[in-house]
């Protein structure tokens, strides 16, 4: 242990009134814990976490609990699907602006959003009605949430969710929807501090979500929060992504790396996620059957053979591969017997054409005017099991344009 952990742990004793013995006691049993080295970075973040919730406790009048203190837990496993970071209150407030156009008073009424005017001296008078009662209050600026029309009329779209699904109060409700909230959700499998493997749900909002990316069927270490549930894990502020470690650039001595070399993915996938196996050919009645499900769970575990390769990216920065299943009878006449998959940037591909593969992700079908269209995947990970050759762009042949002649 260096000179500056040992200072930041005499430090943080004489703030909770501790013995330095006590102190370096109570650190390596939280390492311990957590399955980290007192030499991990992480410690510093973990020994802090705990001296602030003594100091709370202590602030409250609280007796403090010497015992287990563990908010935080060491993660190792693979994500089985890990999708691009999304706005999560897109929805919301573009619901609230669609009410507000369509019954400008009966939004407000509702809670759905407030009013905002300007008044002579350049302050805002905001109204609202929140809880059967009407408010207003004055203030400098708007909240960065704050839209205008077209007419050059001010609303702020508001969360108008008084209590979750799950029954808890929702400390927000009221309040000014922020103009962006970007969130990374997917699907963990792995162990946390010296539990049991199994699957976790992972969540993790703003910047710390944005810039976490490990690789999907890689496997990886991070610190993180676990559910109430005990099967949701979320990401920590900034430590989740600071924490991130991928096994494979351990050095083989070190205590925390494991030697996963035979470890097998496809039976590891049979075995725990078996209800959202999904064959190829039967992707279009999943999807409907799936819209029932809770959000989270409407994720599909499919494979195929790549026949096709795009690695120009879209517009939202996903490649595209078209993949099929050589085994099943193709109807030349309905059907092309490929199927779309949009993979995001984040996501490695490193196989070529003819390549088997294992995605995992989210169903989509679109309706137009000539009918309903194929279902495609907006895929959150991937796992080659067979690979052909690398992701190199294929040219396509494109009709020569003589416009100009």
């Known amino acids: 242990m260096d000179e500056n952990m040992k200072t930041e742990i005499e430090n943080g004793a004489k703030a909770i009134s501790l013995s330095a013995e006590e102190a370096m006691n109570k650190f390596e049993e939280i390492c311990s814990e957590n399955s980290i080295e007192t030499t991990n970075p992480v410690a510093k973040g973990l020994w802090r976490n705990f001296v602030a919730n003594v100091r709370r406790t202590q602030d409250s009048g609280k007796t403090v609990e010497q015992g287990n203190d563990s908010f935080y837990k060491s993660a190792f496993g693979f994500f089985v699907s890990l999708e691009a970071p999304r706005d999560m209150m897109a929805w919301n407030r573009m619901k609230a602006k669609e009410e507000f156009l369509r019954d400008s008073d009966g939004a407000l009424e509702s809670g759905v959003v407030a009013v905002a005017n300007q008044n002579a001296l350049g302050k805002w008078i905001v109204s609202r009605y929140h809880n059967g009662a009407y408010d207003e209050k004055t203030i400098s600026s708007l909240p960065s949430g704050a839209e205008e029309t077209e007419d050059g009329r001010f609303f702020i779209p508001l969360d108008n969710t008084a209590v979750y699904m799950n029954g808890g109060k929702n400390d927000n409700y009221g309040k000014p929807l922020p103009s962006e909230q970007m969130r990374r959700s997917g699907v963990f499998y792995g162990s946390l501090g010296t539990g049991e493997m199994q699957p976790y749900y992972f969540s993790y909002k703003n910047q710390g979500g944005i810039d976490f990316a490990p690789n999907t069927f890689e496997w990886c ?60 050919v039967e992707m279009d009645r999943a999807h409907i059957q799936r819209q029932a499900l809770p959000s989270k769970e409407r994720y599909v575990v ?92 294929i040219s396509q042949p494109v009709e020569e344009n003589f416009d100009w002649f």
């Open 221 to 280: 270490h991070f610190m993180c929060v676990l559910g109430s549930n005990g099967t949701d894990i979320y990401g920590a502020k900034t430590m989740t992504a600071d924490s991130l470690t991928m096994n494979t650039d351990m050095d083989t001595e070190n205590d925390l790396y494991r030697n996963m070399g035979e470890f097998d993915f496809e039976q590891c996938l049979k075995d725990n996620f078996n209800s959202n196996l999904v064959p190829l």
């Open 302 to 393: 499919t494979d195929g053979t790549v026949c096709n390769m795009n690695m120009q990216p879209t517009k939202n920065g996903n490649r595209i591969i078209n993949i099929t299943d050589l085994n099943a009878e193709l109807d030349y006449e309905n059907d092309s017997g490929m199927t779309t998959c949009w993979i995001p940037e984040h996501l490695t591909l490193d196989f070529g054409i003819g390549s088997t593969v294992i995605v995992v992700g989210r169903t989509s079908q679109r309706t137009t005017d000539e009918g309903v269209e194929p279902t495609t995947i907006n895929v959150a990970g991937i796992l080659c099991t067979v690979k052909h050759g690398s992701a190199i762009e």
